[in-house]
């Protein structure tokens, strides 16, 4: 086979494009995230007293906001669903941090810090979207003398970036930007920074001093993965029917897909020397399968005692493997690559005929081989599903035995839909479609939709997982 390195020069694909899903992302543009923020003091326009100093030089802020962060902030803990979950505001986290640190004494020119989760709503409705992340606090003590924290005094600072009216606060939607609160004339800094990545300490709703905390890379599942991963960030998270299209694309694959309750994720492999590797177009050298989805997976369901979502013990994940090469041995990579998770009985197999579902189901796609996965050639453990036709399910070929998600392209098999109203036509389609998928035990799916706008309908008619690119339009959809 040709090297990838020379693929990648020349723009060449590994072998004939796939039949199925090569839709592109119509995800919504995201705001890029720092790995940590450090503000810069300056006068702002809100009732400040400001420190005498001469004219000659920048005038510190005293006893008020000295600046805004750039990450949205639910206040108030807000229900999400359509009032079927809910997610902690800045407001439950201040109370946390402060309440924790209470009594803590800073030392002249040292830091407190902690990460404790927040819903971060992207600015807008946060009933309707967002996704969960962390708030970093931080108390910094630039006094010769100590600071000792106090919780009722913490409260008031950290909760002046979140008042009504106020400089970090958004009328529109209620929420707010976090920021810094300035104590004395540049004497204790309070911090409070919105960011969707947790922290590289082990600082997760723990105090730890003397660190300023730093946000682990985002990695777009290139190089190492989250280290710590915060699997305890993930134990009240209700499942919800989203399946997160293209994964290792999301900033930080698997935990982004989970954070928002998808039961569904995508990964798109490549065959490269006997392993395989991770891209849509062209694959990227260093993001292989295994690091990126089995590894983290086993470790999470490990945590949680044999279960993706500790909140529901009994829901399945389904890890679509699209394959973007047709050769024979991508399977057996494929095959072997699940061996971990496979070893700790945590994947769905076919024993004696009848389909035994466990923490995560294994659904091939685009050019994985029918025939072999079928019968079982090459996959000894028969813990390979296929992914099946939604729209050819009138015949005998595809059954719960050798599938287990149905899929289609929507725009080909239901047509266009430029707003959230199906007509008739499109609608009688899709119930014909899920009812033969339901009779014959299969999930059934749709991939290339016109928009995200479309998922009530879909869910509305039956449709079992919900094709995502922007995960934090997941917070409209009700939870299982």
């Known amino acids: 086979m040709q090297s990838i390195l020379g693929l990648l020069t020349v723009g060449v694909a590994l072998a004939t494009p796939i039949a199925q899903d090569q839709s592109v992302s119509r995800s919504v543009p995201r705001p890029a995230y720092p790995p940590v923020y450090r503000p810069v003091y300056r006068p702002v326009a809100s009732n400040l007293t400001v420190s005498s100093v001469p004219s000659n030089k920048t005038a510190l802020v005293t006893d008020d906001i000295s600046s805004c962060s750039s990450t949205w902030m639910a206040i108030p803990d807000v229900t999400i669903g359509g009032g079927t979950d809910r997610r902690t505001g800045f407001t439950t986290a201040v109370n946390k941090f402060c309440d924790m640190a209470h009594g803590t004494t800073v030392k002249s020119q040292d830091y407190l810090s902690m990460a404790t989760e927040v819903f971060l709503n992207g600015g807008m409705n946060p009933s309707k979207y967002g996704v969960l992340g962390y708030v970093y606090f931080e108390i910094h003590n630039k006094l010769s003398s100590t600071h000792t924290v106090d919780a009722t005094s913490c409260k008031k600072y950290l909760g002046t970036l979140s008042a009504a009216g106020g400089q970090c606060y958004g009328t529109t ?94 990964a798109d492999v490549w065959l490269f020397n006997g392993d395989v590797i991770l891209g849509h177009i062209l694959p990227t050298l260093g993001r292989t399968f295994r690091a990126q989805y089995v590894n983290p997976l086993k470790a999470i369901i490990d945590h949680n005692g044999g279960s993706v979502y500790k909140s529901r013990p009994s829901q399945t994940l389904v890890l679509l493997v699209d394959f973007k090469t047709s050769d024979t041995g991508t399977l057996d990579a494929v095959v072997t690559a699940l061996e971990p998770l496979r070893q700790a009985g945590y994947l769905s197999r076919l024993e004696n005929g009848a389909f035994v579902k466990r923490a995560v189901t294994i659904v091939a796609s685009g050019s994985a081989p029918f025939d072999r996965i079928s019968t079982g050639n090459g996959v000894p453990a028969r813990d390979v599903f296929y992914d099946a036709n939604l729209g050819a399910l009138g015949g005998t070929t595809y059954t719960s035995q050798n599938s287990y998600v149905a899929s289609a392209d929507f725009q080909d098999v239901v047509g266009e839909a430029k707003t959230a109203t199906l007509t008739s036509a499109q609608m009688n389609v899709i119930t014909s479609h899920v009812s033969q998928a339901h009779a014959k035990g299969l999930v059934a799916r749709y991939w290339n939709l016109p928009g995200e706008y479309l998922w009530e309908a879909l869910e509305a008619l039956g449709v079992d997982l919900l094709n995502a690119d922007d995960l934090s339009n997941t917070a409209r959809v009700p939870r299982l």
């Open 173 to 266: 939607n209620g929420d707010t930007k976090g920021g810094t609160y300035q104590v004395g004339t540049n004497g204790v800094s309070y911090h409070a920074f919105g960011n969707p990545v947790p922290p590289k300490q082990d600082a997760l709703n723990k105090l730890l001093p003397t660190t300023v905390l730093a946000a682990q890379s985002v990695n777009k599942g290139s190089g190492a993965p989250l280290n710590p991963w915060p699997l305890d960030s993930l134990n009240s998270v209700l499942p919800t029917s989203c399946h997160s299209h293209n994964d290792y694309d999301q900033d930080i694959p698997v935990f982004e897909a989970l954070s928002a309750g998808c039961i569904g994720m995508e």
